[in-house]
Nanobody, 122 residues
Framework: QVQLVESGGGSVQAGASLRLSCAASGYTVYCMGWFRQAPGKEREGVARMSSAGGTYYTDSVKGRFTISQDNTKNTFFLEMNSLKPEDTAIYYC??????????????????WGQGTQVTVSS
């Protein structure tokens, strides 16, 4: 059974760091990604990593966030540094289990985590 389990959210002050984790099981992952949705806003792609290791970040997080995976490739992470209040959102991990490319668009991802809240106060 396909499953993603997220962890690592929380409430921090601006400038702090958090690391989100997403444990994957039950399938081959071709693309992994992180998305976020702030109150009253549409879901936004944050970062993605292909199975070959190529990464892409949305402009607002470049230089502050890093997507990575562990050696088993069963868990991937979003390291978030220099957090800002505008990073406040529910963060979702997602994976593509079909080999049809890897782009930071929700339509490419068929399996989603449950979401974890990240709150950054000023």
């Amino acid at each position: 059974q396909v499953q993603l389990v997220e962890s690592g959210g929380g409430s921090v002050q601006a400038g702090a760091s958090l690391r989100l984790s997403c444990a994957a099981s039950g399938y081959t992952v071709y693309c992994m990604g992180w998305f976020r949705q702030a109150p009253g806003k549409e879901r936004e792609g944050v970062a993605r990593m292909s199975s070959a290791g190529g990464t892409y970040y949305t402009d607002s997080v470049k230089g502050r966030f890093t997507i990575s995976q562990d050696n088993t490739k069963n868990t991937f992470f979003l390291e978030m540094n220099s957090l800002k209040p505008e990073d406040t959102a529910i963060y979702y991990c997602a994976v593509a289990t079909r080999d049809w490319g890897c782009q930071l668009h929700a339509d490419f991802f068929g399996v989603w985590g449950q979401g974890t809240q990240v709150t950054v106060s000023s």
